[in-house]
C-alpha cells in the first residue's frame, strides 16, 4: 500500500481524533494520502491537518495508481465514494464515524489494527455488484451516474395517492405493483432501505437481486428475490404527472411516461475486508441477532 485517497462528509466534521489516528498510522508505513478536496479544506479550516496534502477533485483526478480509498463517515458516504470511483477498480474501506454501519464496518476503536491488517495483506477484497438504469425517454441526470450499489428506487411525489409499477422480467409480465413505489436493490442493498420494507438480507456474494414492494396495497405482494442476470423493465401508472426515481441517495423526478430499464452494470465495487471483520460478524453486531435481552438481569 503505497498510495491511497481519502474522502468524507463536509458538512460536518466530527472525527478529530479518527482521522489523526489514520493519518499517523499511515505514515508510519510511508503511504502518500491525497485528500477530496472539499473534505481537505474543511479539515484545514479546523485545524485538523499538521502539514499539506495532495488533493483531488473529482473521479477524472484518480486512476489505477491508487490502492485504496478511505471514506470517512457512516454508508452514506461510501454511497458517495462510489461516484467518485466508477469503474477503476479502487478498491474501498468504510471507517464508521457515523451510526449504523452496515458498508463503513471498521470501526473507530480497531482503525489502526485494520491498517496494520491491510499492510500485511491480511484482507480479503468481496466484489460488490451494483445495478445500471436506462430510460426512455433519456433522463440528463442519468447520463454519467447511471448506477447504484445499494438500490435503484421508484417513488411517488407530492401526492398521497398510490402508484403502479408495472413489472416485466426478460421482457415477460410479472406483477402490477400498486404502492407507494419500488425498491430493487443488490445484495448490498440488501440491509438498507429494502430491509426496511420487510426485504430479505442477503450475503454480498450472492448472485441476485431483490424486487421489494414500499407499503403495498396488494397484501400479497412480497419481496421477491431474482437472479442478478435478470433484465428488469418498469412502467409506473400515476395520477401525478412525474415520480421519483433515486439512485442510492441521488433523486431524480421524470415524466410519469418514463420507461425504466435495470440490469447488472458491467463493473462491481471492491470491498475490503480486513481479516477482524465479516459479513456475519457485522450482522450481529448492527442487527443484535441472538441478543435476548430478556436475560439481561440474569447475566
Known amino acids: ?60 483526478d484518480l486512476n489505477n495508481s491508487f490502492d485504496l480509498f478511505f471514506s470517512l463517515g457512516g454508508d452514506g458516504t461510501i454511497l458517495r465514494a462510489v461516484t467518485y470511483i466508477r469503474d477503476l ?6 471507517i464508521n464515524t457515523g451510526r449504523l454501519g452496515f458498508l463503513a464496518n471498521i470501526q473507530k476503536n480497531t482503525i489502526e489494527e485494520s ?24 433522463v440528463k441526470e442519468f447520463d454519467e451516474l447511471s448506477f447504484a450499489l445499494n438500490e435503484i428506487t421508484i417513488a411517488r411525489q407530492n401526492t398521497t395517492s398510490m402508484i403502479g409499477v ?74 401525478e404527472k412525474s415520480f421519483l426515481i433515486s439512485l442510492d441517495s441521488r433523486i431524480t423526478s421524470v415524466p410519469k411516461d418514463t420507461k425504466i430499464y435495470i440490469e447488472k452494470s458491467p463493473f462491481t465495487i471492491k470491498s475490503i475486508i480486513p481479516s477482524n471483520q465479516s459479513f456475519l ?10 441478543e435476548d435481552t430478556r436475560n439481561e438481569s440474569n447475566l
Open 1 to 60: 500500500m503505497k498510495k491511497v485517497a481519502v474522502f468524507g462528509q463536509t458538512y460536518t466534521v466530527n472525527a478529530e481524533k479518527e482521522i489523526k489516528i489514520l493519518l499517523k498510522a499511515l505514515e508510519k508505513h510511508k503511504v502518500v494520502v491525497f485528500f477530496e478536496e472539499n473534505f481537505y479544506e474543511v479539515l484545514k479550516e479546523h485545524n485538523h491537518l499538521n502539514k499539506k496534502y495532495a488533493t483531488f477533485t473529482s473521479f477524472h
Open 89 to 94: 477498480g479502487i478498491p474501498v474501506l468504510g
Open 115 to 138: 491498517i496494520e491488517l491491510l499492510v500485511a495483506k491480511k484482507y480479503k477484497i468481496q466484489e460488490r455488484t451494483l445495478l445500471s438504469i436506462k430510460t426512455s425517454p433519456t
Open 166 to 239: 408495472k413489472t416485466f422480467l426478460d421482457n415477460e409480465y410479472l406483477t402490477n405493483y400498486w404502492s407507494d413505489g419500488l425498491i430493487i436493490a443488490t445484495p448490498t442493498g440488501s440491509t438498507g432501505y429494502s430491509l426496511s420494507c420487510n426485504g430479505p438480507v442477503i450475503s454480498p456474494n450472492s448472485k441476485n437481486f431483490i424486487i421489494t414492494p414500499i407499503a403495498p396495497h396488494n397484501l400479497n405482494a412480497r419481496p421477491m428475490v431474482i437472479p442478478d442476470d435478470t433484465k428488469i423493465e418498469l412502467e409506473v401508472n400515476s395520477r
Open 281 to 290: 460478524s457485522t450482522l450481529r453486531t448492527k442487527l443484535l441477532w441472538g
